[in-house]
């Protein structure tokens, strides 16, 4: 596995953006046939194609919830460990987010300059030093 920095930490699934433009054409054809065509047994592609691209998104979504309150457990083990839970309550989850890809030797400090200059995630992430990778995204 190639270490993970700033510019290559981003996961793109493909296979996930495969499925989803596959579902938007099907989309696109329903309504396609459904002018083409009108008739009452035209809208049922229309809402089947509609409802399996909503599905998809909705499935998408619930996983990246659900792996950012994953990663806010681990965030406040990590600060308890270091003697500063009390803070994770002061940031925003996308924060929080962000500066699980700091070492524990850097992760006070940046986050003392994250509560005082309210630094966005893209900035914490640019400010860390020594680059935890994550390797277990969804």
Request: net charge positive; glycine share 2%.
């Amino acid at each position: 596995m190639n270490g993970q920095t700033y510019a290559s930490h981003r996961h793109r699934p493909t296979l996930w953006l495969v499925v989803m433009l596959l579902a938007v054409i099907a989309l696109v054809l329903a309504v396609m046939l459904m002018v083409l065509r009108p008739a009452i047994v035209t809208l049922a592609p229309v809402l089947m194609a509609l409802a399996l691209a909503l599905a998809i998104f909705m499935v998408r979504q619930y996983a990246l919830r659900l792996q950012s309150r994953i990663i806010c457990l681990e965030m406040q083990v990590r600060l308890a460990r270091l003697g500063r839970a009390g803070d994770c309550h002061r940031l925003s989850t996308q924060q929080v987010v962000a500066l699980r890809f700091a070492s524990d030797a850097e992760i006070v400090s940046l986050l003392d300059k994250v509560l005082a200059e309210k630094l966005d995630p893209d900035q914490i992430k640019r400010a860390v030093t020594n680059w935890q990778g994550d390797y277990m995204r969804t």
